[in-house]
């Protein structure tokens, strides 16, 4: 479904491509892909984000144009300790794993885009992780840094894809934020295509968090009893 805006759409403007280079991936429980790897020149956020192309995403904007599907994309947030170390704590590295999979298969986009801790970056984010040791949930945890609760912004998601001359997407997220502010940066959302629930017993109280204050649409299942 398509989301409807409450404001009117301020568009992005298209970034231009500046390296595409073939990366082979593997994954630590053996899955391989291979991504065309793209980096960008005026980025408004001066950050070095990159755009994966997975599958056959050459196609996939092809069948757009002729009024096709849209390519499944992903916005995925930078996260060392869950992307890299395979931190508990959070979803970040199951998630980035069941996405490129995913969009293997049908063609399209994973967007890494460095805003470590939801915009904090990597030691305010563990800052918070203390906090949240004490019994704060993830967002009470930002807020006592004196932090937002989410301070990402997805312009620089949507310059990419419009360099890209992708305009239509369907989303591969939980978190109804990006939908809305992709739609605001004139990138049409034509479906919104939950991930996986990765939960665990060391994350259950951060996705409990999304879910219930950030309206996530996480099913936690027997965790949530």
């Known amino acids: 479904m398509t989301i409807s805006l409450l404001v009117p759409p301020t568009c992005a403007a298209p970034a231009v491509v500046r390296t595409r280079v073939r990366v082979p991936l593997r994954f630590v429980d053996g899955y391989v892909s291979t991504a065309d790897v793209h980096t960008f020149h005026h980025l408004v956020d001066g950050r070095e984000h990159l755009a994966l192309g997975l599958g056959d995403w050459r196609g996939a904007i092809e069948r757009t144009a002729t009024g096709g599907e849209a390519p499944l994309v992903r916005p ?13 704590r959070c979803d970040c590295g199951p998630q980035l794993r069941e996405a490129v999979e995913r969009i293997s ?32 949930d993830t967002y009470a945890a ?30 591969l997220s939980n978190n109804p934020d990006k939908a809305l502010q992709l739609e605001r940066l004139c990138i049409t959302v034509d479906e919104n295509v939950p991930t996986g629930v990765h939960v665990s017993e060391s994350n259950l109280h951060y996705l409990t968090a999304k879910r219930d204050l950030t309206a996530h649409t996480l099913d936690l299942g027997r965790f949530a009893s």
Do not use: W
Request: proline residues 0%; hydrophobic residues 35%.
């Open 76 to 88: 995925h947030g930078e996260c060392l300790t869950g992307d890299v170390f395979g931190s508990a």
């Open 105 to 136: 298969r049908t063609g399209g986009f994973l967007l890494y885009l460095r805003q470590e801790g939801r915009g904090i970056g990597l030691y305010e984010k563990l800052d918070a992780y203390a906090l949240q040791d004490s019994g704060l």
């Open 142 to 171: 930002n807020r006592a840094l004196g932090r937002g609760d989410d301070e990402r912004d997805y312009t620089a998601a949507a310059q990419m894809l419009l360099g890209l001359g992708v305009s239509r997407i369907r989303l």
